[in-house]
């Protein structure tokens, strides 16, 4: 049905150390990589799915305007998270953030460390102003173990993200879905101990949800 892929372009990509330059400019859809095609169960069939059909130009430059004005500030606030500018099923933008020392795991665990809830406070916090927004968390493992154990521990590390948030960050569980991805999209050399260090991590998708399209849908109708 649908290819999980990842078309990585020019600019997508910045961290605390390379805050905002390249993403202010352009608005609309078609920036950065596209995640609509990430397959996955229930409402995360497609990251992004919120309304599953095509938008005007005009929605996609104001819900643009937002995810970049949004990326700047968590690439200026976040310490150790890479901040990319992608876009979702719905040809929207989208942010995805992963955090490149706070929510890393010890092999075979997903307890997360002090860092890590300090981070996802100040994420939560961050994102407090974007009310009408869904979360994708997906958990990823190292190559350690079998596939199968790895699928169930790539989950369960999402799962702690998304209850922490729920729990200690106030963020409402019904806009959060989750997905465990085992050893499947490595970002490192699992055959290095700081590689499969890498890899053992959680990333979060921020994406326009039905509410937010169907304002800037009002709004530019009204323009």
Do not use: W
Request: proline share 1%.
């Amino acid at each position: 049905m649908l290819c999980a892929a990842l078309v990585l372009s020019g600019c997508g990509t910045m961290s605390n150390t390379a805050k905002g330059g390249a993403i202010g400019g352009g608005s609309g859809a078609a920036v950065g990589a596209g995640v609509g095609a990430l397959v996955g169960k229930g409402k995360g069939a497609a990251i992004g799915a919120a309304i599953g059909t095509a938008v005007g130009a005009g929605v996609g430059v104001l819900i643009g305007n937002k995810m970049d004005k949004k990326a700047a500030e968590l690439a200026a606030q976040l310490e150790d998270a890479n901040v990319e500018v992608v876009t979702d099923a719905n040809d929207l933008k989208a942010l995805k953030v992963t955090f490149e020392s706070g929510i890393l795991f010890k092999t075979s665990s997903f307890a997360l460390s002090d860092a890590s809830r300090a981070q996802l406070e100040k994420f939560a916090k961050d994102i407090a102003d974007m009310p009408d927004t869904d979360l994708t968390i997906l958990g990823h493992t190292d190559n350690t173990g079998t596939p199968e154990y790895n699928e169930k521990l790539s989950i369960d590390r999402a799962e702690s993200v998304a209850t922490y948030l729920n729990k200690n960050c106030g963020i409402d569980k019904n806009r959060m879905t989750i997905e465990g991805r085992s050893f499947r999209e490595p970002i490192a050399d699992n055959s290095t101990v700081e590689g499969r260090l890498q890899n053992r991590r959680v990333e979060i998708y921020l994406t326009a949800n039905e509410k937010m399209i169907k304002d800037a849908e009002a709004q530019a109708d009204a323009n």
